[in-house]
């Protein structure tokens, strides 16, 4: 089982940045897969971005493509979300998950259902 601790949540304003951190512990070695996702109030939850374990390589929502950046620089090391030119919509609970699964390579990054260990969430709040 992997446990994951996301941080670094917090308020900006339009255009501000913010960095999100999640740390894994456990046996993280059988992780294909890091996801970020987020829930708004009223609204479903929505993968944002995806790191594959093997090859570094990188998905985003359509939403947050060019603004936001996912980095690992291995298995062990912590996973960020760098949060750029945020917008109000962006606002929202985000949650770092670890999948074992090959979702990362199969064009399924933003499906929950792939994921089997998450975090507890940090808040992201985007006033004007």
């Known amino acids: 089982q992997v446990q994951l601790v996301e941080s670094g949540g917090g308020s900006a304003q339009v255009g501000g940045s913010l960095r999100l951190s999640c740390v894994a512990s456990?046996?993280?070695?059988?992780?294909?897969?890091m996801g970020w996702f987020r829930r708004a109030p009223g609204k479903e939850r929505e993968g944002v971005a995806a790191?594959?374990?093997?090859?570094?390589?990188?998905y985003y929502a359509d939403s947050v493509k060019g603004r936001f950046t996912i980095s690992q620089e291995n298995e062990k090391s912590p996973v960020y979300l760098q949060l750029d030119k945020l917008k109000p919509e962006d606002t929202a609970m985000y949650y770092c998950a670890a999948s074992r699964t090959l979702a990362c390579l199969v064009g399924r990054w933003s499906e929950a259902d792939e994921y089997d260990s998450w975090g507890q969430g940090t808040q992201v709040t985007v006033s004007s």
């Open positions: 456990g046996y993280i070695y059988s992780n294909n897969c």
């Open positions: 790191i594959g374990s093997r090859g570094g390589s990188t």
